[in-house]
């Protein structure tokens, strides 16, 4: 196999693509598709590292929503996904996975899964069809540096001191989260060389910490529909139902990672947790009043473990202010009051997001105004393109992300292999 490129054909433009992920999978495959030569360069010893981990290892790939649904779950940048999710929509990406040999089904929130529920079948339907048009691909290749002349692209020089020559280089290097898999910031190091500026990256979709003792003494005690609630002074980002997890070092669940992503940047957020978000205040009241009257001179905690589950209820009698051995009939109006106002807003004090190397994705990245958001070319300079979590755009759990990533390098691969040398 050449190491390189073959010798030059003047019809072909020589592609680079930078990564072997999600995004450097597509874009290899379209931009070998339109006929051109495409050199795939990877660092680590395998293409798809990353997607392995995706959906637990299922690869949630995209979600059948619509354009407007998905754009509300852009958590930065949307507007600059118009463009890309036009090129690519989701069902175009389900009918391509099909093509290639990859069936899909759809699940619970219009989520897309491969048949097998194997994320490694996504990164061998790819793998398959990059071979079938002849993509060079290159494992343990790391990219150093970018080369440029004369405001425009010319090719990359490897760790080891390799120039390799090209008239484009797509840059799907993915952010820092899970540095395992070869994500450990290359991308931003590589553009930042060629004058464009980086969003500090942040973990989003992660777990919170917390300094609270008595969050840390529930560990493992899972929550289900509750309502979790985020403000940041007057304004509200975040309120859902769904499921919450206590663990070792504060929360995490469901509702937790999208929180995280809401507020990845942001300081002074508040999270309250509504642990009965089916009753009014009032109405919660007076469940409260009945249980109470019912138990007679039983003991509080006995009440308190028929309104919330497991080491829940020994915690809000603490919480409360309650003595948990106090005759249920003994509890003062006061005591009862704060009970049913911190069942409905709990405070969930959290210290910050869990290190970044263990986020599902980074926030932050290559500034998007730097990049065309019709081609994802560089602004700054001609032939270089970005896709993917490399660039300042993420979004909440549901298959969002991924689609980013493979509609992004869908549209940089087209508008590389278009655009006259």
Known sequence: MSRGFPKPNRMRKQIIVIGGGAAGLMAAVTAAQRGHGVLLLERNEKLGKKLYLTGKGRCNVTNLCSPEVFLRNVARNPKFLYSALHALPPQKLVELLHAFGC?????RGRRVYPKSQKASDVTRAFTKKADELGVRVRLHARVQSLSMENGAVTGVTLENGEAIPAQAVIVCTGGVSYPSTGSTGDGYALL????????????????LLSGEAWIKDLQGLSLKNVKLTVTNGKKTLYS????????????????????????????????????????????????????????GKKQMISVLRGLYPGDLAPA???????????????LTKAARQK????????????????????????????NVTEFNPSTMESRLVKGLYAAGEVLDVDALTGGFNLHIAFATAYTAAKAAAANEE
């Not at 930042?192 to 777990?207: E, M, N, R």
Request: hydrophobic share 45%.
């Open 192 to 207: 930042v060389s060629a004058g464009h500026t980086v969003i500090p990256p942040k973990p989003a979709l992660c777990g």
């Open 240 to 295: 859902e139902i769904g499921e919450m997890l206590f663990t070792h070092q504060g929360i995490s669940g469901p509702l937790v990672l999208t929180a995280s992503s809401l507020i990845a940047g942001r300081e002074d957020c508040r999270l309250t947790l509504d642990l009965k978000p089916g009753l009014s205040e009032e109405q919660l009241s007076v469940r409260v009043l009945r249980d109470i009257a019912a138990a």
């Open 316 to 330: 809000m009698a603490r919480l409360a202010g309650i003595e948990a051995h106090l005759p249920a009939c003994e």
């Open 103 to 107: 069936p899909t089904e759809e699940e």
């Open 339 to 366: 009970l049913v106002a911190l069942t409905k807003a709990l405070p969930l004090p959290v210290t910050g997001p869990e290190p970044i190397e263990t986020a599902v994705i980074t926030a932050g990245g290559a």
